[in-house]
C-alpha cells in the first residue's frame, strides 16, 4: 500500500468515526420527539348537580363516585387523552308533605353512567419527576340505570323512563399533574346538551376529583 492510499483509507475511516456519532445525536433526537403513550387507571369523588329553569328554579345534588382508565399521548408540550369512565350518584330526596306519606319522609335515588372524556391541551410544565397538564374538550354521557330505594326495596329503572336524554354532551376543563407514577386530576364538565327530554331547560354542573397511577 503506498502513501496516498495509506491516507486516502485513514481519512475514509476517521470521517466513518467522526460520522457515527453525529448519527447517534440525530437518532437520539429523533426518538426523543417520538410520542410518549401512558395508561391510566384511577379513581375518585364526584359532585353532580341538575338545575332546572322552569317558574321556579331548582335543583338536584347527586355525590358518588368513578372509576376508570384511560390512554394518554404527549409529544412535547403538546397532550390528548382519551378516558373511559363509570360513575355512580346517589341523592336522597325528601318526600313532600302534601304527599301525606306518613310511613316514610324520604327515598333514596341512585344513578349509573358511563363517560367519554376526549382532552387535548399542553405540559406548562414537564420534569422527569414532576409534570403539570392544563387542558380543555368535550365528554360524552351517557345514562345507563337507575334505582329507587324505599326501604328495604329496591325499583329498577331506565334513564328514558324518568325522562332523561341519551346521550349528552358535556364541555370540559381541566388540569392535572404527575408525581412519579402518582397521577392527580381535577376536571369540571358543563353540560352543553339539555339533560332532560322535556322542553324544560336543564344545565348539568359536575365536577370530579380522582387519584391514579399511570404506566
Known amino acids: 500500500m503506498d502513501k496516498n492510499t495509506y491516507f486516502r483509507h485513514n481519512q475514509l475511516t476517521m470521517k466513518k468515526f467522526l460520522f457515527l456519532p453525529i448519527l447517534l445525536l ?26 332546572y329553569k322552569e317558574y321556579e328554579k331548582s335543583s338536584d345534588v347527586f355525590h358518588g363516585w368513578q ?25 336522597v330526596i325528601p318526600i313532600p308533605d302534601s ?3 306518613d310511613e316514610f319522609d324520604k327515598f333514596e335515588f341512585k344513578f349509573k353512567s358511563f363517560e367519554i372524556p376526549i382532552k387535548v391541551g399542553i405540559v406548562p410544565i414537564k420534569t422527569p419527576l414532576y409534570k403539570w397538564y392544563c387542558y380543555t374538550g368535550t365528554s360524552l354521557r ?22 332523561f336524554a341519551n346521550p349528552n354532551i358535556d364541555w ?44
Open 99 to 101: 304527599l301525606e306519606l
Open 26 to 51: 440525530v437518532a437520539q433526537s429523533a426518538f426523543a420527539q417520538q410520542p410518549k403513550l401512558h395508561l391510566k387507571l384511577f379513581g375518585g369523588y364526584n359532585s353532580h348537580l341538575f338545575v
Open 142 to 163: 351517557f345514562n345507563t340505570k337507575g334505582t329507587i330505594k324505599i326501604f328495604d326495596e329496591e325499583i329498577k329503572f331506565k334513564p328514558k323512563e324518568v325522562g
Open 67 to 91: 372509576a376508570g382508565f384511560g390512554l394518554r399521548l404527549t409529544r412535547k408540550k403538546m397532550m390528548a387523552e382519551l378516558d373511559l369512565v363509570f360513575l355512580r350518584n346517589t341523592v
Open 172 to 215: 370540559i376543563i381541566g388540569t392535572q399533574m404527575d408525581i412519579g407514577w402518582l397521577n392527580l386530576e381535577l376536571m369540571y364538565s358543563l353540560g352543553v346538551t339539555n339533560s332532560l327530554r322535556e322542553n324544560i331547560r336543564t344545565n348539568s354542573h359536575e365536577l370530579q376529583l380522582s387519584a391514579g397511577i399511570i404506566f
